[in-house]
């Protein structure tokens, strides 16, 4: 008898803001959710060719994520990726807001395949993380397949 094999997609990130001076302000990990479009991308790169992952975003919305998300809440920024790699079965992409870009009291984060609008692969919803105009922020998610 053969068993139901599943394979589960997980992820995690860390986020870390920096002051104008490079002094560490916040530093926190996080889990996320891999949502249903992520999943379907995910399959999609088995057989076919869409667009790998290429920006990150941040947003202002507390809704809380949903496997059915393809959104941030409310996105208050998007940058392109400054790095990624895979290793084993795990996906590492990393992002930084510079000084001036993604201001506010951010609670939430996602990876998408676009500058606008594309694929969204994963989503998080954090307690507020302050970003001041002078700080820089950097993010790196990681995504692990089984």
């Known amino acids: 008898m053969q068993g139901n094999e599943m394979v589960p997609v997980t992820g995690k990130l860390r986020i870390v803001v920096r002051d104008k001076h490079g002094r560490i302000r916040t530093n926190r990990s996080l889990k996320n959710l891999v949502v249903t479009v992520g ?5 999609a790169r088995m057989t076919a060719t869409p667009t ?5 975003s941040v947003g202002t919305s507390a809704t809380a994520a949903d496997v059915a998300d393809s959104t941030l809440g409310a996105e208050a920024a998007r940058v392109a990726l400054t790095s990624s790699s895979t290793t084993g079965n795990i996906a590492t992409y990393s992002a930084t807001f510079p000084a001036g870009t993604g201001t506010g009291a951010l609670t939430e984060a996602g990876i998408f395949n676009a500058a606008s609008a594309g694929v969204l692969l994963c989503r998080t919803v954090f307690s507020v993380v302050n970003k001041g105009a002078s700080d820089s ?3 790196t998610w990681t995504v692990t397949v089984g």
């Open 137 to 139: 922020m950097t993010v």
């Open 52 to 56: 790998a992952m290429s920006h990150m």
């Open 39 to 43: 999943k379907n991308f995910i399959a």
